[in-house]
């Protein structure tokens, strides 16, 4: 399902947004690079937003209070039951430090479609909280300066202010310091198995390896190899895999279909390119409770510019 195109309602002022997209991203290499003293990791990184989308709806309260209704998966209701949103996640805490940092008196009540698969990699969670940044200063009619806008994103988490960048993104520091970078229209296969992971055990591992060379943007465009998607490689993975065997046997079974795959993120999900040629490989050898995905790249955030 493509991501939708948000539709205002009441402009004067407004009282509702409806269908507010919130596109997943897909590392196209991780490295770890080094780590502060207060212990955050220093890595670098491509960003690259997917059509893969979670939906958001916000109506006006005008009593102050904020609120949240988990409307799951539509597409999957009548298929399986859906596992609730904590009650504090990180939409909610996004428009509790909005209103607070712009001293609104308004509330709002949000309407979450959860599609994007949670302990993924894909930033289902950090992309819900821009795209309720973004859809909240509209509903509110209030406006922070850009830098507090980034800064308070980089508080709610480190991918937070990379969803609010309008693009894909050569990305380094702890998150916070974000380069837009062009990349040409391509087509993945994404897989999620059953199992999930929790970032900050990966992130903790004493086995991780964090001293990888530092790499430049220009490197990476006149990568070696002519492929900008097969650039580098993710330092989580070996740590990810020995905690979570379901990621090697998602890697397994993209070999079986001549594709050659890598984690995003902190997994739990990976992903390899299509070639033109080929289109969504036969499901058959996957079990029946991974999520397996066509998506393309998207040539731009759906909410640039808001």
Known sequence: MPCPAPFLRSSRPLKAIYDVPAPAKLNLFLHITG???????????????????????FELRTDGQISRADLGDQSQRAKSATQALPADDLTVRAAKAL????????????????RIPSQAGMGGGSSDAASCLLALQRLWGVRLPAQDLRTLALSLGADVPFFLSGGHAWVEGIGEKITPVTLPPAEFVVVKPAAGLATQGIFSAPGLKRDTDTATIQG???????????????????????????????????????????????GSAVFAQLPREI???ELS???????????????????AGW
């Open 220 to 266: 990476f465009a006149a990568s070696a190899n002519g492929s900008v998607f097969e650039f580098g490689h993710n330092d989580l993975q070996p740590v990810a895999q020995a905690m979570c065997p379901q990621i090697g046997q998602s890697l397994d079974w993209l070999k079986t279909q001549h594709l050659q795959g890598r984690m995003t993120g902190s």
């Open 35 to 57: 780590r502060r003293p207060d212990g955050y990791h220093l890595l670098q990184s491509v960003f690259m937003l997917i059509d893969w989308c979670d939906t958001l709806h």
């Open 285 to 303: 050898g996957a079990p029946e409770n991974w999520k397996i995905k066509k998506c393309s790249n998207l040539q731009g955030h759906p909410l």
């Open 99 to 114: 209103q607070a940092a712009c001293g609104t008196s308004l509330g709002v009540h949000i309407g979450l479609e959860k």
């Open 279 to 281: 289109d969504l490989p």
